[in-house]
């Protein structure tokens, strides 16, 4: 089956959301930020390849940290707000199929909520194990999967519920990473040993006026998806989602569990 569409809408999203992300979605993926440097044993010098950097914040943890951190994107506008925010990295336009650097040039690479994006996850993992020198270490961070996140089940519940799936165009699985087991199978098979799987109990912290309209321009997948339903389905959806956020409000504020975690493992050498 072939991704290309859902490709090309999914660089469309994220180059349009480079100036929004900070405020926005990078509230919750930095918070897995710390792990994945931890997974790594980030240290001053050692060379680390950020990938999917988007506005580069892992890439500038790492820094930091001491470490010499480069972060490449898919989406220009991404690179370009990553330049501005930390002018000191190397960042540059790329895909994570297909990196352009030599085999074994980084001490370290990650990959901060990419994986899922990728229209072929496992060449994206053969690529991050290429690009390491033997003894390097790669981590990646995920979602857990809607039977275990707050907000996904509300989310892709009513979704599920309303939506005629068959208007989007195919995507991968959303979720396949979301098990922990295929991570650790899924790395073993590329090469890496000592694989370590961290827990991240990540927060969605918003106002809680407009959760659904936030949300829509929280992630790429969800509106694409959106975009495809008629007035009806997308009324009845947004009407659930916002009914079920009730729950999570205290003092004008939501705070949802949206819990994640840090897959990792070694080049042997
Ligand atoms: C959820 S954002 C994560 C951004 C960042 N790592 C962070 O810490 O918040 C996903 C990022 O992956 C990028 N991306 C998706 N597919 C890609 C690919 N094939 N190659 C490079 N970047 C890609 C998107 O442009 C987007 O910036």
Redesign the pocket.
């Known amino acids: 089956m072939s991704f290309e569409e859902f490709?090309t809408q999914?660089?469309e999203g994220?180059?349009e959301r480079a100036e929004s992300?900070e405020c926005l979605?990078?509230r919750v993926?930095?918070q897995?930020?710390p792990a994945l440097l931890a997974s790594i044993r980030a240290r001053v010098g050692i060379k680390v390849l950020?990938?999917?950097?988007?506005?580069g914040?892992?890439a500038g943890a790492a820094d930091a940290i001491g470490a010499i951190a480069e972060g490449?994107?898919?989406?220009p506008s991404?690179i370009a707000t990553a330049k501005k925010r930390f002018p000191r990295l190397n960042f540059r336009v790329?895909?994570?199929?297909a990196l352009d650097a030599p085999d074994a040039s980084y001490d370290a690479a990650i990959?901060?909520?990419?994986v899922f994006?990728?229209?072929d996850p496992r060449i994206?993992l053969g690529e991050a194990f290429r690009v390491l020198k033997p003894g390097g270490r790669y981590a990646f961070s995920q979602w857990a999967s809607p039977k275990e996140s707050a907000l996904f089940e509300r989310v892709f519940g009513a979704i599920l519920k309303h939506a005629d799936m068959s208007r989007i165009p195919p995507s991968p699985d959303a979720f396949a990473f979301s098990d922990t087991e295929k991570c650790r199978q899924a790395l073993s098979t590329v090469g890496f040993r000592e694989i370590e799987v961290t827990p991240v109990p990540s927060i969605y912290h918003g106002s809680a006026d407009g959760f659904w309209d936030e949300f829509l321009r929280f992630s790429v997948r969800t509106p694409i998806m959106m975009r495809q339903q008629t007035i009806e389905a997308a009324a009845a959806i947004e009407a659930e989602i916002t009914a079920a956020m009730a729950e999570f409000e205290q003092g004008g504020m939501l705070a949802i569990p949206m819990p994640s975690f840090v897959v990792s493992g070694v080049m042997p050498g």
């Open positions: 490709r999914e660089l994220w180059d992300y979605t990078a993926t930095t897995a930020i950020d990938i999917c950097t988007g506005p914040f892992a490449i994107d898919f989406a991404m790329g895909d994570a199929l990959c901060n909520f990419g994006h990728f229209t994206a």
